[in-house]
C-alpha cells in the first residue's frame, strides 16, 4: 500500500475497533441514543412553552439548535476515548504494530461519525414526532445532515487535540466542559441572538456554532422572514462560512493533532 491508502485502512480497521467497543459498552451507546431523545423533549416542551418566535414554531426553530449541541457533545467522546487508551497504554501496542501513526487518530473520529449519525437519525425521528418539519427539498434536507456531519468530524479532530495535549480524562472532561458550554449557549442555537447585550450579540454572530445552527436552518427551511437576521458576514452566508469554518478546523488540527499523538506514542 503507498502512503495514501495506508493510514486510511488502517484507520478503518481502529474505526471497527472503536464501533465494537461502543456496542459493547451500554454508558457510551446509551449517550448516542439516549441523550439526543432528552434534548429534544426538555428543550422542545420546557424552552418551547415560554419562548415564542416570529413567523414560526419554537420547535421548528429549535432543532437544528439541538442537532449542533449533539454533534459538539458526541464529538467530545474523541478526546475522551483517547485519554483513556493514553492511561492504559493502548498507544504502546498500537505502536508496536506495523501501521500508519495518524491510523487511530483516523480511526477514532471516523467510528465517532458513525455514532453522531446514529444519532442524528434518532434525534430527527423524534423531532417529527414533536412537530419539527423540513420545508425544502430532499436535496436541501441531504446538504443541511451532511452539512452537521462534517462539522462533527472537523470538531473531533479539535477535541482530539485538546485531549492528547491535556492526556487525562479528568482534565479533559473539565476543559471540554468550560468551552462548549460558552459555544452552545452563547449562539443563536436556542435563542434569537438578536436579543442579547452588544457583547454577547458580536460574539454569538462570528461563534462557529451560530453559523453552522444557521445554516442547517437554511437548508431545512426552518427560518422565518418575519424575525430579525443578524448582518454579520458568517450569518448573512451562514453555507460558505460553515464550509470555511470546517475547512479551517481540519487544517489547523488534523495535523496538530497528529503531531502530539506522535508525542504522546514515543512518549
Not at 506495523?98 to 473520529?109: C, E, N
Amino acid at each position: 500500500m503507498n502512503a495514501l491508502t495506508l493510514p486510511l485502512a488502517d484507520g478503518w480497521t481502529i474505526a471497527r475497533r472503536n464501533t465494537l467497543k461502543i456496542r459493547r459498552s451500554p454508558d457510551l451507546l446509551g449517550a448516542a441514543i439516549m441523550f439526543p431523545i432528552v434534548f429534544v423533549l426538555m428543550f422542545a416542551y420546557v424552552f418551547g412553552s415560554v419562548i415564542e418566535v416570529p413567523g414560526m414554531s419554537y420547535k421548528e426553530f429549535l432543532l437544528p439548535g439541538i442537532f449542533v449541541q449533539a454533534v459538539i457533545i458526541s464529538a467530545q467522546t474523541t478526546g475522551y476515548t483517547l485519554t483513556l487508551d493514553l492511561q492504559k497504554g493502548i498507544f504502546d501496542r498500537f505502536r508496536s504494530l506495523p501501521m500508519a501513526p495518524s491510523a487511530v487518530l483516523i480511526g477514532q473520529t471516523v467510528s465517532d461519525l458513525l455514532m453522531n449519525l446514529a444519532s442524528l437519525s434518532v434525534m430527527a425521528t423524534m423531532g417529527l414526532l414533536v412537530g419539527w418539519r423540513v420545508h425544502t427539498s430532499p436535496l436541501e434536507a441531504v446538504a443541511g445532515f451532511g452539512l452537521l456531519l462534517l462539522f462533527a468530524y472537523a470538531f473531533s479532530w479539535v477535541t482530539a487535540t485538546v485531549a492528547l495535549a491535556l492526556r487525562t480524562p479528568e482534565s479533559f472532561n473539565n476543559t471540554a466542559t468550560m468551552v462548549s458550554f460558552p459555544l452552545m449557549f452563547i449562539s443563536n442555537a436556542f435563542i434569537d441572538s438578536s436579543k442579547l447585550p452588544t457583547p454577547l450579540r458580536v460574539v454569538a454572530d462570528w461563534n462557529p456554532v451560530s453559523t453552522i445552527t444557521q445554516a442547517a436552518r437554511e437548508l431545512f427551511g426552518n427560518t422565518s422572514t418575519a424575525m430579525k437576521t443578524s448582518d454579520a458576514w458568517p450569518i448573512q452566508h451562514a453555507v460558505p462560512a460553515s464550509l470555511l469554518w470546517i475547512a479551517v478546523m481540519l487544517i489547523v488540527f488534523v495535523p496538530l493533532a497528529t503531531r502530539l499523538y506522535k508525542k504522546s506514542a514515543s512518549a
